[in-house]
Each structure stands twice: as structure tokens, then as C-alpha cells.
């Protein structure tokens, strides 16, 4: 992981041909090659090359803000029965304009009922979880500075489920509806903590060791999930619901849910924008932060708690939904560049879009009976994960 | 007073000495480098003076005051740090990473501002990387991301570099160049202080030498008389040959210690 080492002869990296980042470093450089290099370093070169990287993350917004507008109309009207998007938005609008402000004429009762009753809620709910795992992932990835750093991978979401499912065996979830979240809380926390004892050593995280300790984790935990099923086995539905929502799915989510999650979600993004700059300061190394004036140990603790708030309350709703957090952080990152300022809010966007197309497809693509989500999500993430892990080991050379 | 000083500083952790009894101070307009062999304590005793470690024994002390005293950002405006080991493997750009430097000047929700902006220039033009302002770091080369880390310690404006091993994973062109530019800095007051293994790097650059063994300060003073054929002998257990260049520059040529009969010191 150490690219430092790698680098020891002077060669500029790019020449490896393995450049991190390929789109943006080719524009900076098709750009610069339009200039005399007198000018290369003169004030107006620069501001220019500036002004187009910003225009590039605002671009950027706009694109993924009306992505996420078509998906959440797209993603209500289609389903067992199509619904007309011009209902859908007419639905919509008359829920957030003040009454009378929209006419509904021609919209029969059923319609209205599907819209707002039982695929909003789906959505909105698809949206909080994609948002909450892709931040999360982009404030573990800048905890461990460690690109490969996500909730499932290094076992929080494991954890989650763990607690979630303690909280649903021992039937205290029967009892109030926040004994999962709080579980799933616990759970995650707990996860984290032990991954990040374990594998942070000296102020940075090998990949290896990463790896290993989630690896580790997470088979620890599904051994402990197993056997609490196991041991509520005599109650076969509980065991049976549990094993499905373990699988991870959207299906039968309420306003409930959706407002069970939001506080968390916003929360979480909120906590990750104050702290953007540490988070980007982070990523030069521990020691570097500190003598830059972060408080390093407060600041990880937060990022920590807050990740780990993000991946309960995405737990609790939906169970484990792999590879979201890994996946989106990355990819925004590779398009409008690391600064946590811009990285947070784009990949609670990009995350939130995506997951309400990964729903789709799994409602839609072997009707009338659903695909769980999970699958969806591994069929894009896992190739993903693996083509990174490949790209690491040809660029470092070892892990 | 002004000024960064350890005084009989000790670092213990697990049952072993780091650093005992060391005292050193760093004065404005001079370059300390701190120089021994491997494990002699060089890099433990620069970050005490970085206050990122606190000592078991002893006081660090800036401007009068312990330097615990101080909130990691007063810190961080007075005492920059280089550290050898540089993470630059997420894709900023150079002008981002140099801006990293005005962290401890902005509030939470405060963007650099014009003030801020000019350091950050400033600081490029001084450790020579203006021409690179919009590069990658990621995409640069190993000296240009030292001159960048350099510049970045520039920008907080502290009046204390600490630099460790800088010029470890350079070539010669490039070791010099960072040197020169370390240099450059004491000369305009900075206090400049860095932890080094090479003894004619340390000769070259230096006003001040401190030599170190096995976590204590050995001997301390211009290089002339702290790199003598005697200290070199004791500490790196090599015969110093000292030369003096075209440039008039002195170095030194090193030769394992020998019996006399041209035998090598360890095959005796």
C-alpha cells in the first residue's frame, strides 16, 4: 500500500501507465498542452484549470441531482402495476404543496394508495440507505485511509445485522420498534471498533491487514448469527424472517421506516461536512494531521461513531446490503477528486440514485417474484472490488 | 523567550529507552541536524520537538511555556512537521495539498480566503513547485512530492521546520536541492532542524550538529568539531577520512576500521 516505496526512483507515477486517476489527469493535461509552456504556472493558467475542475464537480451535481429525481419518479411508477410518471409527480406535488395547489382529478383511489402508501415509502427508503452506506464508506475509507475500506467488508454491517438479529431472537423487537435500530447500533459500533483496534496499526492501514481482520469479523459474526437462528429455530417464522432480511430487501418498507431513518442519514452527512477537512487531512497520514492542528483522536472517534450510526440505521431497514460503500465513494471520487467538501454530498447522492435503480432491478427483472437486493448490488460491486484489488497489486505490487 | 528547546527529554516505551538526557536547542537562523545510526534515537527526538510525542522525562518547551500547553492548532502554527513517511496516494492536487498547510487558521466552516491564497503561493514559490500548482500528487515524482510537502510546512507559516530523513528516498540532484532549500530557510530565520543518517549530507548543510548514540546526545556543535575522525569512529564504527572538495567544501570518505594489515574491522 505504501506507494511512497514504489515511488523511490523519480519517475513521474504516470509513466507506470497505472495512474490513479486516468479521466482528470487527462484533461488537466489535453488542457495544458493547449498553452505555451511560458504560460504553464502563469496565475490565469491556473485559475482557468481551476474554474474547469469546479465546473466539473458542479456539473457533476447537477447530473446526479436529476438522476435521483428520474429515479425516484421512474422508481414509483413502475412496478406490478404501471403507474404514469405525470401521476406520480402529481402525487408527489400534492403531498409537499400546500393543499389544493395541485389538481388530482382522474387519479382513482388505488393510484393514490400505490404512490404514496407503498412505493414512496420503498424509495424514499432505498434512497436513505444507498445515501447513508455510500457516506459511511467515504468516512471509512478516510478513518482507515484506505481506499478499500467500506462498512461490509470490514464487518460493520455484519455487526449491524448481528444486533438486529439479537434484537429480533430474543423478541425484544416485538416489544418496540427501536430495538433494531439500537441493536443494529450497538452492533455496528462494536464491529468497528474491534476492525479498527485490530488493523489500524502505526497511523495507517495496510490493505492486508484490512482485509484480513474484516474477513475475520465477519465470519465471526455470521457464526454468531447462525447460531442465534439457530437457537430460535423452534419458532420457524422468526428464523425465516430473520434469514430473509439478513439477505438484505426493501420489500413492505413503511413511512415508519423512512422516518426512522432520515434523522440518522442527515445526521451522518452533517457530521461528515464539518469535519470534510479533517477527513481530508486525515488522508496525508495521522502524524501529518496532528501537526497540522487536527485533533486527530476526537476527530476519529466522531468519523467512527458516525459511521457506525449510518450503517445501523441502514442496517435496520434494510438488512445488508453489500458493496454500495465501497462502489459510490470511489467512483465519485475518481470524477470530481478526493476534498471531502464535495465527496460527501455527491456520493449521499450518487448512493441514494443508485440504490433506488439497484431496487428497481430487483423488482423488476424476474417478476412477479423480487430478486433480493443483495444480489443486485454484488452482481455491479463484486467485479468492481476485484478489479480494484487487481489495480492495487499492479500498482503497488503487493498488498 | 522565543525559541524551541528540549530539556534532558526521555522517551520510554516497552521497558526501553528511546531517547534519555537529551537536551537541544534550535535558534533562529540556524540548521540543527540531528545525526546518528540507525535506532540512535534521531527520529523519537524530533518528534518530541514536533510535541506530537510527549516526554516520560523531562520538558519540551516553546516560547517559555511547556509545549503540552499548547492546543495542537497554536501548535501547528508555530512547529511544522515533515514527516518521512508521505501518504500522497489519494489524488488532490498540489495547490490542495500546500492549502492543507492554512488548516490551522480556519475556522470549521471557513474556506481559505485571499490572505490565506497568497501564503499558499508563496509558500509554492519559495520551495519551487509554482510550475506544478495543478498537477496530481499522485503523479508527480518523488522530489517534486518532498518540495510539496516542504511547501505545505511553508504555508502554516511557522517559524520551526522539523524535517525527517528528507532526502531518504532521493537521488543526488534531488537530496541536494532539498538540502539547498533547507538551507535557503534558516537563512531567511526560520529554525530549521533535520533528523539525517548521511554525515556528509550533514556536514554540508549544517550549522549545528548533534550527534547522537543510542538515544543520548553524544557531542553537539558546528560540524567542524562534532564530526571528528574520533566521534565517527565511536558511533558508526568506520575511520572518517576527511577531504576537502574543489568548492572547499570539506566530506568525508569512510573506510571500515582496519587492523593494520588491510583486514576488514569484522574480520578479526
Redesign the interface.
Known amino acids: ?5 514504489v ?8 509513466t507506470s501507465g497505472f ?3 486516468i479521466s ?2 487527462d484533461t ?1 493535461r489535453s488542457w ?1 498542452s493547449l498553452f505555451p509552456s511560458a504560460l ?2 502563469s496565475s490565469a493558467v ?1 485559475e482557468m ?2 474554474l474547469i ?1 469546479s465546473r466539473r464537480a458542479t456539473l457533476y451535481f447537477t447530473v446526479v441531482t436529476a438522476s435521483l429525481a428520474v429515479a425516484v419518479v421512474v422508481g414509483i411508477a413502475i412496478g406490478s402495476t404501471r403507474i404514469a410518471s405525470g401521476t406520480v409527480v402529481r402525487v408527489l406535488a400534492s403531498h409537499l404543496l400546500p393543499t389544493g395547489w395541485v389538481d388530482l382529478s382522474g387519479i382513482n383511489e388505488s393510484e393514490l394508495a400505490v404512490v404514496w402508501l407503498i412505493r414512496t415509502p420503498r424509495v424514499l427508503v432505498a434512497a436513505l440507505v444507498g445515501a447513508g452506506l455510500a457516506v459511511a464508506g467515504a468516512q471509512m475509507q478516510g478513518l482507515f ?1 484506505n ?1 478499500l475500506a467500506s462498512p461490509d467488508i470490514v464487518g460493520t454491517s455484519a455487526g449491524g445485522a448481528l444486533g438486529a438479529t439479537f434484537a429480533l431472537a430474543t423478541g425484544l423487537a416485538m416489544r418496540s420498534l427501536f430495538y433494531i435500530p439500537i441493536f443494529s447500533f450497538i452492533g455496528a459500533l462494536a464491529a468497528l471498533f474491534i476492525v479498527y483496534s485490530i488493523a489500524a496499526q502505526r497511523s ?1 492501514t495496510q490493505v492486508a491487514s484490512l482485509l484480513l481482520a474484516g474477513i475475520a469479523l465477519n465470519a465471526m459474526i455470521g457464526a454468531a448469527t447462525t447460531f442465534l437462528i439457530t437457537m430460535t429455530s423452534v419458532r420457524f417464522e422468526v428464523a425465516q424472517e430473520i434469514i430473509f432480511w439478513l439477505l438484505g430487501g426493501l420489500d413492505s418498507r413503511t413511512w415508519a421506516h423512512v422516518w426512522f431513518a432520515t434523522p440518522f442519514v442527515v445526521i451522518g452527512v452533517v457530521v461528515a461536512l ?1 469535519y470534510a ?1 479533517d477527513l ?2 486525515l ?3 495521522e ?2 494531521a ?6 486527530v483522536e476526537y476527530v476519529k472517534r466522531i468519523i467512527l461513531t458516525s459511521a457506525a450510526l449510518l450503517t445501523g440505521a441502514a442496517v435496520a431497514v434494510s438488512g445488508v446490503v453489500g458493496f454500495v460503500g465501497l462502489i459510490v465513494p470511489h467512483v465519485v ?1 475518481l470524477l470530481i ?3 471531502h467538501r464535495q465527496l460527501v454530498p455527491a456520493s449521499a447522492l450518487t448512493g441514494a440514485a443508485f440504490m433506488i435503480f439497484a431496487d428497481l432491478f430487483a423488482r423488476t427483472l424476474h417478476r412477479p417474484e423480487e430478486i433480493r437486493l443483495s444480489i443486485i448490488t454484488a452482481a455491479f460491486g463484486a467485479p468492481f472490488f476485484l478489479y480494484l484489488l487487481m489495480r492495487h497489486r499492479r500498482e503497488v505490487g503487493y498488498l | 523567550m522565543s525559541g524551541l528547546e528540549l530539556l534532558e527529554v526521555g522517551l520510554e516505551i516497552d521497558d526501553r529507552w528511546l531517547v534519555r538526557g537529551a537536551s537541544l536547542t534550535l535558534r533562529p537562523g540556524c540548521l540543527t541536524v540531528l545525526a546518528g545510526p540507525n535506532g540512535s534515537g534521531k527520529s523519537t527526538l524530533l518528534r518530541l520537538l ?1 510535541g ?1 510525542w510527549a516526554p516520560n522525562e523531562g520538558k519540551a518547551i516553546l516560547d517559555g511555556r511547556d509545549i503540552s500547553a499548547f492546543t ?2 497554536q ?3 508555530r ?3 515533515v ?1 518521512q ?9 498540489v ?3 500546500v492549502t ?2 492554512r ?2 487558521y ?1 475556522g ?2 471557513e474556506r481559505a480566503r485571499e490572505y490565506d491564497r497568497r501564503a499558499v503561493d508563496d509558500a509554492m514559490a519559495r520551495a519551487d513547485i ?2 506544478l ?4 500528487v ?6 517534486e ?1 518532498q518540495r510539496v ?1 516542504i511547501a ?1 510546512s511553508l504555508a ?1 507559516e511557522a517559524d520551526i521546520i522539523l524535517l525527517d530523513e528528507p532526502t531518504a ?3 543526488i540532484a ?1 537530496s541536494l536541492d532539498i538540502l539547498d532549500l533547507c538551507r535557503r530557510l534558516a537563512g531567511e530565520g526560520k529554525m530549521i532542524c533535520l533528523a539525517i543518517h548521511d554525515l556528509n549530507a550533514a556536514a554540508r548543510c549544517a550549522t549545528e550538529v548533534v550527534l547522537l548514540q543510542e538515544g543520548r546526545v553524544v557531542a553537539s556543535g558546528a560540524p567542524a568539531e562534532v564530526i571528528t575522525d574520533s566521534t565517527v569512529r565511536t558511533i558508526f564504527s568506520v575511520n572518517a577520512e576527511r577531504v576537502v572538495t574543489a568548492t572547499g567544501e570539506p566530506a568525508f570518505i569512510f573506510h571500515r576500521l582496519t587492523d593494520g594489515n588491510g583486514r576488514g574491522y569484522e574480520d578479526r
Open positions: 500500500m505504501n506507494i511512497d516505496k515511488n523511490q526512483t523519480d519517475v513521474p507515477a504516470s495512474t490513479r486517476n482528470r489527469s488537466a495544458r504553464l504556472g491556473s484549470l481551476s475542475r485511509q481506499p495507517r464539518i477537512r481530508d487531512l488522508l496525508m497520514g502524524e501529518a496532528c501537526s497540522l492542528g487536527v485533533e471520487r477528486g478526493p476534498a | 514536533t506530537l495542537n492548532r501548535r501547528a502554527r512547529i511544522a512537521f514527516p513517511d508521505t501518504h500522497l496516494d489519494f489524488a488532490f492536487t495547490r490542495d495539498v492543507m498547510g488548516h490551522p480556519l470549521r466552516f509554482i510550475q500548482t495543478d498537477r496530481l499522485t503523479e508527480i515524482s518523488g522530489g512530492r510537502i505545505r502554516t528516498n532521493l537521488d534531488h
